[in-house]
């Protein structure tokens, strides 16, 4: 179902807020463990697999390179598609409890993706992620996360990842784009 009235796409993941979080367009949240490795020196602490709310966390692959429409397939069956990038907001700053946290967050522009599930199946740690598909924009997770919080200007950019965005991304750009914010002149 739509955000806001579906849960995880993974069994057994529970999600707090549902009013912005969860349904078809964001049953999986997928974060690289290599970004996960860039933030522990600068928060101070270990970070866990998981700790920023993921339900996928990679290894050696480019997730905030993906494009927007980009599929998966992971083990024998599962086949997600890349729909958006993760916007911070006060629940996750208020679980990761650092001041500042969306802030420092937005800045280094490493959001990690959201994910709608094309194909179901079962994951096991260590399963192989293989991208099967490659859209033939250049709209990656971290350009659309870009123009969404700190570079209006991209906003007509991201249009060209069509269907693939979700449903929220692209509601949030037409509104931007028909009030005139990222339309330079």
Known sequence: GPTGTAGSGVAGDVIGDLRDHG???QA???YAREDLDLWEPELGRELRN???GENLTTSGLDVNGALIGERWRIGADLVLEVTSARIPCRTFAGWLAEKGWVRRFTQAARPGAYLRVIEPGRIEAGDRIEVVLRPGHDVTVEVLFRALT????LLPRTLAAGEALNVLSAERIRRRL???SGVSS
């Open 23 to 25: 349904g078809d367009d």
């Open 28 to 30: 999986v949240y997928a």
């Open 50 to 52: 998981g700790v920023f």
């Open 150 to 153: 700190t570079q209006a200007e």
């Open 178 to 180: 028909e009030r005139g």
